[in-house]
């Protein structure tokens, strides 16, 4: 519907977005088999602590299904639908599957910026970027799955151009 | 490290000790007596004997604490094990506050608070208590340190060549020495208004009412048990109708209460309030019991909300909060009387433009045009309420068939989606953007462009069908974030992305019109 940034001003239109890196998804899938792993270590203790009106084994197994099912199609989906831009004045992104959010954080605004390499992140070779303003709601950013080096370069930059000011 | 500086009155252990006094000792005597004779009474001396330590602890960290202003900075060290030190620059100090208790205005002595941005749970610094000698002496002097400071670091402001680009600041940069001016001035009436037409007296007679049955439960109130036991029993010997008749007077008595709670409570909290603007501050004064003095530089107020509870509005009144930041989540529950948002309590509607133009001099509130919302937010609103509705009714309907009655509350939903709907609104002037919303408190943020943090858009998946997007815009201050809910999704784009584009230019220009403040 709007054309994606072909020069002109820059700030008024939606901007062409970046994808995260590739590997974002086996990240995502091994955090969400992690997670249900977990629910699914909690039911089955369950089904073996108390007793109850379904043969034992069935909701272990549902649980299992569907944290693998999850695994599967959430990843790409969330994949897809992240995408973010570093403009000339501040940093766009949008996110979210089901309830979509499209941020803005001003350059200007910016408090720091840090790295987060999780110990997946690292052994994939990725890393986030965590943005931080002085706002209260969203006021604390992530741009998940980078690789190591370029979340390193939009951190240095994202940096570099908020040293303007932090005085609210 | 050296323990330089001064120490803070004495009365500090005493009312440190009142405090203890007040978490350990009623709470052992209260809990006791609920609990029974011989293991209460041992309750009682184990808290009892808990607290000596704790008031030697108060002891120790009485001597610990010291303070001392120096150059441009508050240092505070404090701790008896682990020593801390706390240096807090004035120019980045957000709030002055200072509070007296009715206790504290008996010994004559006073709390100083002064607050950064830095959101923490407790108060950047807290001198509780100095001798109010001592606490007027270290206000002046915050005061005039801040002003030195703001002067130094502007340079050679008097003979810029932009002098006339000044004058458009207007009282942000007036000179300190200037008169101050009274913006407001609450009468007892006024007060009495506030407390009767605020949404908060309902709560509080839910909240009598418990505590009513919490008492009962303890045991506290025997002869109100009685009481009530007696009444109900004639009220179910004349009936059904009787049982009503009495539940319903039972009901309006516990508003009737409440309401005077609410009318009594704001009238001492907000004695005497006055709105004073003085150079670059805006300061408060209230209190009948407990006396509070807050001072908000202008230039921190991050947005100002214009609040109209239900019965305020056709009564042409309504109530302000000028919000700073500097306060974390904690304070922000209780925020009514200082900290994160200056709270003026009333005014009538007719004043507020003058009271908003004082903070915000450069708005033009005279050519704002409220855009309505996108109409399908009525039935999105409508939907959100009729669907427990329906559910509920189901539910009842199928052990009884006169449940199905609940579904007439589906006509008082349509009324409050539709006046849900009317009162959304948002509007754009030069330099701020003015978000509307609520039914039962209608508020109008106004959100001046230089103070904008982050922006959001939202859309859950019930608005993208019907393409509808909510945008927030967030800033650093003590309130929520504003919400512009239910927009036409093409509009809300283009006006984040506007917003955005503004929020960062007006930013830059403000930095450049005063470096200081990037520092």
């Not at chain 2, 407390?195 to 709560?203: I, K, P, V």
């Not at chain 2, 937010?377 to 068939?401: C, G």
Request: positive net charge; glycine residues 10%; proline residues 5%.
């Amino acid at each position: 519907m709007i054309d994606p940034v072909t020069g002109g001003d820059e700030g008024s239109r939606e901007p062409e977005l970046r994808p995260l890196h590739q590997r974002a998804i086996t990240l995502w899938r091994l955090t969400t088999l992690g997670r249900g792993a977990l629910i699914t270590a909690v039911v089955l203790g369950g089904e073996l602590a108390f007793d109850l009106p379904v043969p034992t084994g069935v909701l272990t197994t549902a649980a299992a299904v569907l944290a693998v099912a999850a695994a599967i199609v959430i990843p790409p989906a969330r994949y897809r639908a992240w995408g973010f831009a570093l403009r000339e004045r501040d940093l766009f992104l949008r996110r979210g599957i089901l309830f979509r959010s499209t941020s803005i954080v001003p350059h200007a605004r910016i408090q720091h910026v840090d790295t987060r390499h999780g110990p997946v992140d690292r052994w994939l070779g990725l890393a986030g970027v965590v943005v931080f303003t002085a706002g209260h709601r969203g006021a604390i950013i992530t741009i998940p799955a980078l690789e190591a080096d370029e979340a390193e370069e939009i951190r240095d930059r994202l940096a570099a151009e908020s040293g303007v000011g932090d005085a609210v | 490290m050296p323990s330089e500086g001064r120490r803070l009155h004495g009365f500090t252990v005493v009312s440190r000790g009142l405090r203890l006094g007040r978490q350990l000792i009623v709470p052992a005597i209260l809990g006791g007596a609920s609990v029974g004779e011989g293991f209460g009474a041992a309750a009682q001396w184990t808290l009892v004997i808990l607290a000596i330590p704790s008031l030697a602890i108060a002891v120790a960290q009485w001597l610990a604490f010291r303070y001392r202003l120096e150059d441009d900075e508050l240092i505070i060290d404090s701790g008896v094990l682990s020593r801390r030190r706390r240096v807090i620059p004035l120019d980045r100090v957000q709030n002055v506050d200072l509070k007296r208790s009715a206790l504290e205005r008996l010994a004559g002595v006073a709390e100083l608070r002064l607050e950064t941005a830095s959101g923490g749970s407790d108060a950047e610094a807290g001198l509780a208590v100095l001798s109010l000698d001592e606490a007027h002496a270290l206000q002046a002097e915050l005061r005039r340190r801040r002003a030195a400071g703001v002067a130094r670091a502007s340079g050679a402001a008097p003979d810029r060549p932009d002098g006339a680009g000044r004058d458009a600041i207007g009282p942000q940069e007036r000179s300190v020495g200037s008169e101050p001016e009274t913006l407001l001035e609450l009468s007892f009436s006024d007060l009495a208004i506030a407390g009767a037409t605020s949404n908060e007296a309902g709560l509080i007679a839910a909240g009598l009412a418990t505590g009513v049955e919490i008492l009962d439960d303890l045991g506290g109130l025997r002869q109100i048990d009685a009481w009530l036991e007696s009444v109900f029993t004639q009220g179910a010997a004349l009936g059904i109708t009787g049982a009503l008749l009495i539940g319903t007077a039972l009901v309006v008595g516990f508003i009737i209460l409440g309401w005077l709670v609410s009318i009594v409570a704001t009238v001492v909290r907000f004695w005497g309030f006055t709105l004073t603007l003085a150079g670059d501050d805006l300061r408060r004064e209230y209190g009948l019991l407990s006396r509070h003095q807050s001072t908000v530089p202008l230039k921190r107020v991050q947005a100002i909300r214009i609040e109209q509870t239900l019965l305020r509005r056709p009564l042409g009144l309504a109530a302000l909060k000028i919000e700073t930041a500097g306060a974390g989540p904690q304070q922000r529950e209780n925020a009514q009387g200082g900290g994160a948002e200056a709270y003026v309590p009333i005014t009538r509607h007719s004043d507020v433009g003058r009271l908003v133009r004082a903070v915000f001099p450069d708005a033009r509130f005279e050519s704002v045009a409220m855009n309505p919302v996108h109409p399908v937010s009525r039935r999105r609103s409508f939907v959100r309420l009729a669907v427990p509705i329906v559910l509920a009714a189901a539910v009842t309907a199928w052990f009884d068939t006169a449940g199905l009655a609940a579904a007439a509350l589906l006509v008082p939903a349509w009324f409050f989606a539709r006046a849900q709907y009317r009162a959304r609104a948002w509007g754009r002037i030069d330099g701020y953007a003015i978000v509307r919303g609520g039914v039962l408190t209608r508020t109008n943020a106004v959100i001046p462009d230089r103070k904008v943090q982050t922006l959001h858009l939202w859309e859950t998946p019930f608005q993208r069908r019907w393409d509808l997007a909510t945008l927030m815009i967030d800033t650093a201050g003590g309130g929520s974030a504003a919400r512009a809910v239910d927009l036409h999704r093409p509009t809300a784009r283009q006006l984040l992305l506007t917003l955005a584009s503004d929020a960062e230019a007006a930013r830059r220009k403000e930095l450049e019109r005063r470096p200081h403040l990037s520092r």
